[in-house]
């Protein structure tokens, strides 16, 4: 019983004994394990864009008012559940299309490094309680993940560019520009996070989350995290970027084959991505009922919260139309980036009182209660705001002087 | 564990400065004198984060100093490079050997 | 011994990074180079213990410097034809002098530093002392401020030079 309670740390101490007594030295076995432990962290993100994909097809066609993958017709799984291996057998075995004036370093290069930011991330989620359940429980935690996030932006331009397509370009500086203007919010969001949990390190967050859950005392950064983080991955309303019935197909025009495989497995591991830091941020991550006996649990605590973000994606992805780039940016710069400072400019003082006048875990409930009241203030205050601008903004109806 | 000797993050940074100083100095278009003055700044962060590291590093003043070279790279770079679209603009060329004359 | 094979890999790939950007012909090669020499420069600030630079150096220079270069390769691109000179006469002159400076220097540091090892361990509240100093009145506050200051004018003064009249 005690075995099974924390059944996935003692599986790797196992392990390691095992290792030990198979006559290995003590630091081989550990970085053994650590390469073992690397390998797992990295697929999970694939195992869970396999089920993405067959979800996703499946809630958008509900949606929709179809019924999705179903085995009427060839045999596809109970429920369709076989359909996205069907769909990665097809993917590796697309023709590679390789265009003629192609630049050959960044063409190749693009749909990597998208694809290794998105698996990146996922070494300092915490996948369990304790030190073992993470990969790597860095001191900066939070902001690896945005620096990754933002380094892998000139992918995007390499794609374009070196595609040696007009349209490409353009779509890679339209992409650029999305990109980096909300990176912003999405950065301030996550220091309101930061300022209330105190650290940046993520299991130090899931434990500050250890009696309420961070979405309840900071609703409008979830909001604003949220939505940044689906324009940093391209979904809609922030779409786009791909535009996936509009435009050709933006940067990823000149790809084929596994390349074009690797963009589009690299948007649904950004969704997982997205979905996990946001599990993990603001849902409580791995915390849940009967987590402190039963320390297992907790990864599967984790991941229905990641699931259960990955829906709240695919309702984004299959009920909002796409905002032009305009409108977009308009939003971004004239909306998100005022909001999201004005939060955090009212949040931090307002936490560093909080946690002098009302501290330890005794008044967790009071502070969260404090905080939630000081973003349902600013949400008013910010309706006010645009409502008074919308009314200034009178029509008058235009004379037109027509020339005889 | 045997750490690697001071002068060796040294070297490695006046090696960078030295190589960024030849692309400042050597190139034609403006905007590789650009890359080569980033390469320059890096260099001098790479001075400051080692000494911090191998003569104090409980106290702050390498890391204070080194934000503040980030912060004046950036801008630097931001208000160089609308400088050269400018002038791309106006004399359809970046070549620094055809706008070294001020007018023409 | 791990340290010393990491450090000269990542000088290995900084300086290749580095020697690419400055004799790379097509400037956006020159770009990649300078990323690659960017990513390296960030694996150093890991090894120096200050992880906090590291993901600064990736956010600033690669996500945003790197980008904005490119961008304006990309503006100036018709300036950019490629069988042309792209070094101006003066280059071995320059060349000598980078190598005699790097010797002499080299020559100086290792003098003065050979011996000179790490102190001890880094503990791990460097970031929020780095936090506190750089907000405390006695600390660095006021530096801090005329940063964000020139932050400001740096975007404003950008924003209004490439401006479309």
């Known amino acids: ?404 | 564990m045997m750490g690697v000797p001071l002068a060796w993050y040294l070297i490695l940074a006046a090696a960078l400065f030295c190589v960024g100083l030849y692309g400042v100095l050597s190139r034609r278009n403006a905007i590789a004198t650009v890359m080569g003055v980033e390469l320059m700044l890096n260099a001098v962060n790479v001075n400051l984060l080692a000494f911090w590291r191998y003569t104090e590093p409980g106290g702050m003043t390498g890391q204070a100093f080194a934000t503040f070279v980030y912060a004046v790279a950036a801008a630097e770079v931001a208000v160089g490079l609308a400088l050269i679209v400018a002038i791309y603009r106006n004399r359809d060329t970046v070549d620094l050997d055809q706008i070294n004359l001020l007018k023409w | 011994m791990t340290t010393t094979i990491l450090f000269l890999l990542f000088a290995l790939v900084t300086l290749a990074g580095a020697i690419g950007t400055v004799t790379e012909r097509k400037l956006f090669h020159a770009a990649l180079w300078m990323l690659l020499s960017f990513f390296g420069v960030a694996a150093l600030y890991v090894l120096l213990e200050a992880p906090f630079f590291a993901a600064v150096q990736l956010f600033i220079y690669m996500g945003a410097i790197g980008i904005l270069i490119i961008f304006a390769l990309m503006l100036t691109r018709g300036s950019m034809r490629e069988g042309g000179p792209y070094l101006n006469d003066q280059w071995w002159l320059v060349a000598l002098l980078a190598v005699v400076l790097l010797v002499v220097v080299g020559w100086l540091l290792w003098q003065q530093y050979g011996s000179v090892m790490a102190v001890h361990a880094v503990d791990e509240g460097s970031l929020v002392q780095l936090g506190r100093v750089l907000s405390e009145q006695d600390g660095y506050a006021l530096p801090f401020e005329v940063a964000s200051v020139l932050l400001v004018m740096a975007l404003i003064g950008a924003v209004t030079i490439v401006r479309e009249r």
């Open chain 1, 1 to 404: 019983m005690d075995f099974i309670s924390d059944a996935i740390v003692n599986i790797g101490l196992w392990l390691e004994r095992l290792l030990v007594s198979a006559g290995l030295a003590p630091q081989a076995a550990a970085l053994v394990m650590t390469i073992v432990g690397t390998v797992v962290v990295a697929f999970f993100p694939l195992l869970i864009v396999v089920f993405l994909i067959w979800m996703y097809r499946k809630a958008s066609a509900r949606i929709g008012g179809r019924l999705g993958p179903n085995s009427s017709g060839t045999w596809a799984g109970p429920g369709g559940i076989v359909q996205p291996i069907a769909d990665v057998i097809k993917m590796f075995t697309k023709e590679d299309i390789r265009p003629l004036g192609i630049d050959p370093v960044p063409y190749n290069l693009a749909p990597i490094i998208v694809v290794a930011s998105a698996v990146m991330v996922w070494a300092v989620v915490p996948f369990g309680k304790g030190p073992r359940m993470i990969g790597a429980d860095l001191g900066i935690g939070l902001f690896y993940i945005m620096a990754f996030s933002s380094a892998s932006l000139v992918a995007f331009l390499m794609a374009g560019w070196s595609s040696n397509n007009k349209y490409s370009t353009v779509s890679a500086f339209r992409a650029t520009a999305q990109l980096l203007g909300y990176e912003i919010p999405q950065l301030v969001a996550v220091l309101c996070v930061v300022v209330v949990a105190g650290s940046l390190r993520m299991s130090a967050i899931v434990d500050a989350q250890q009696d309420v859950i961070l979405l309840i005392a900071l609703p409008l950064p979830a909001l604003i995290f949220l939505l940044a983080s689906y324009a940093e991955i391209g979904s809609r309303p922030f779409e786009l970027l791909e535009c996936e019935s509009e435009l050709v197909a933006g940067y990823q025009t000149e790809y084929s084959g596994m390349r074009w495989g690797m963009f589009y497995v690299g948007e649904f591991m950004g969704a997982v991505a997205v979905s996990a830091l946001f599990a993990t941020v603001f849902l409580g991550g791995w915390r849940g009922p009967f987590v402190d006996s039963f320390p297992v649990l907790g990864t599967l605590w984790l991941v229905l919260k990641i699931l259960f973000m990955l829906l709240v994606w695919t309702f984004f992805q299959m009920t909002l139309p796409r905002l032009r780039i305009d409108q977009m940016l308009a939003f971004n710069w004239k909306f998100l980036v005022p909001l999201s400072l004005v939060l955090l400019c009212v949040l931090a003082p307002l936490n560093h009182w909080l946690v002098r006048a009302l501290p330890g875990s005794d008044y967790v409930w009071a502070r969260t209660g404090i905080l939630l009241a000081a973003n349902v203030l600013v949400f008013l205050g910010t309706w006010a705001v645009v409502a008074i601008a919308e009314r200034r903004r009178t029509v008058r109806p235009r004379q037109v002087e027509v020339s005889a």
